[in-house]
């Protein structure tokens, strides 16, 4: 079975920047490509950020390009969402995903954890 645990959020001034961790089992990070989502009230899940094989190449979402960065730790199996010059439209409650390829949908979700960036 799959468990992601996303820690890392809470409440954030605009400009700050907080990091999102997400820790997961040794076959998991090794296997899976991993990824970030948020979802703001109203609005659906988007994509944020995230690793386009078990690999280094990474994608993002035009909105956080230049300001987030996801990276991995090998040694701990985390994967890490930094987010630099935060905005009040950031405000979402973030997940940590998995999947099984680059090409396929992510199936594995984390519980999520509230990211609130106040003006």
């Known amino acids: 079975q799959v468990q992601l645990v996303e820690s890392g959020g809470g409440l954030v001034q605009a400009g700050g920047s907080p990091r999102l961790s997400c820790t997961t089992s040794?076959?998991?990070?090794?296997?899976?490509?991993m990824g970030w989502f948020r979802q703001a009230p109203g609005k659906e899940r988007e994509f944020v950020a995230g690793?386009?094989?078990?690999?280094?190449?990474?994608s993002y979402t035009d909105s956080v390009k230049g300001r987030f960065t996801i990276s991995r730790d090998n040694a701990k199996n985390t994967v890490y969402l930094q987010m630099n010059s935060l905005k009040p439209e950031d405000t979402a409650v973030y997940y940590c995903?998995?999947?099984?390829?680059?090409?396929?949908?992510?199936?594995?979700w984390g519980q999520g954890t509230q990211v609130t960036v106040s003006s």
């Open positions: 995903a998995a999947r099984y390829s680059s090409t396929s949908a992510f199936i594995y």
């Open positions: 040794r076959r998991t990070f090794d296997t899976y490509p």
């Open positions: 690793f386009r094989w078990s690999g280094d190449s990474t």
